[in-house]
């Protein structure tokens, strides 16, 4: 009977290759392209286990330099293809048109809303609207980290 410890340890190229599946299945859970990249480095180690079986020094060596390489040279092309794709949307984008409660007064200088379950800070859409703690809004728009928002029933204030 062949004991599996023993084996993994005469084939560290399955140690790898194993390390990579895991990387890739989180992957498909995190898609923020970060795991897929040290998963890469994680064959680039199988390959080099393969080669040099012995070489455990050299394998983390060349899974480490795989995985850096893709995470500064791959990931920010990759990441700039995909934000100029027909349709994509960032997350504050997607706020645009979302409903939320006041939770602390909107005026001139401020206040609060909560959105999505996320507390952002809020400027009313007109300068001299203020918005009453509890009252339902709707995002008109994001602007850097502040949600610039109105009351969501009623009439829509003119700019």
Do not use: C
């Not at 062949?2 to 194993?18: F, H, M, Q, V």
């Not at 939770?103 to 001139?108: C, H």
């Amino acid at each position: 009977m062949i004991n599996l410890t023993d084996w993994l340890g005469d084939n560290p190229w399955a140690l790898w290759l194993s390390l990579a599946a895991l990387l890739g299945v989180a992957e498909i859970i995190s898609l923020d392209l970060v795991l897929i990249m040290i998963a890469a480095g994680a064959v680039g180690g199988a390959v080099t286990a393969l080669i040099a079986p012995g070489l455990w020094g050299l394998q983390i060596v060349v899974a480490v330099a795989v995985s850096v390489g893709m995470l500064f040279l791959l990931r920010p092309t990759l990441m700039k293809r995909i934000h100029q794709m027909p349709g994509y949307r960032s997350s504050t984008d997607k706020m645009v048109g979302s409903s939320g409660v006041v939770t602390a007064e909107i005026g001139a200088s401020g206040g609060e809303v909560k959105v999505d379950g996320l507390t952002w800070t809020a400027r009313p859409y007109t300068p001299d609207l203020v918005i009453e703690e509890g009252t339902e809004i709707e995002v008109y728009e994001v602007d850097g980290a502040i949600a610039v928002v109105y009351p969501k029933y009623g009439e829509l204030p003119s700019p």
